[in-house]
């Protein structure tokens, strides 16, 4: 069922919100000259997957979690963008593909080794990872390993229709900072 939703979801957040997507490109290539970030992060079965976002960091900026990131490396429009979660947008493309769900665990970086170990151990890579979700909108982020896997499996362990929705709008209205930079 959940499936059917985020195709839905993407499917009709890109169609309406292109304009918004085509005008952040153009921003940001005044920004930072490349406003589109690739990044290869860990998938369902630990397979990896390239995620997309709108750039809010420098182009210089290490290849590290969020909260080990400095808060120089932001932007000034990164900040903005950040704070709107307009930069998770482009992952809508993501869940169109079948590699992310609307909600799910946050996907990881392969050299985030204590988050791994602890989420392997939960089974929390057995299902594809989100843009949102419970730890997000409890502003959990990775800097808390055992306490994001562990609430990473609470959610898959309850997620139902009504908390699908509650998690997506919680978001959408401000709730959660996500992977705060420091």
């Known amino acids: 069922m959940t499936r059917v939703l985020d195709i839905l979801a993407a499917f009709f957040g890109l169609l309406f919100l292109w304009p918004i997507l085509i005008f952040v490109v153009i921003i940001g290539l005044f920004d930072t000259g490349s ?14 997957f390239q995620l997309i976002k709108f750039r809010t960091m420098s182009i210089e900026t290490k290849s590290v979690a969020s909260h080990l990131a400095n808060n120089a490396s932001i932007t000034k429009m990164g900040g903005f963008l ?5 930069d998770e947008l482009p992952q809508l493309i993501n869940v169109l593909k079948g590699e992310m ?36 909108v409890q502003n959990i982020d990775m800097s808390t390993p055992v306490l994001l896997a562990k609430t990473d499996k609470k959610m898959i362990d309850t997620l139902n229709v009504k908390d699908y929705f509650k998690y997506i709008v919680m978001t959408v209205t401000g709730s959660g900072s996500g992977d705060a930079v420091k």
């Open 35 to 48: 406003p589109v970030f690739i990044q290869t992060r860990v998938g369902k079965n630990k397979k990896p």
């Open 82 to 86: 950040r704070k709107t979660k307009i």
């Open 101 to 136: 769900s609307l909600v799910g665990p946050r996907p990881n970086l392969f050299n985030q080794d204590e988050l791994i170990k602890e989420r392997d151990a939960l089974g929390v890579y057995d299902v594809l990872p989100g843009v949102t979700g419970l730890a997000q």
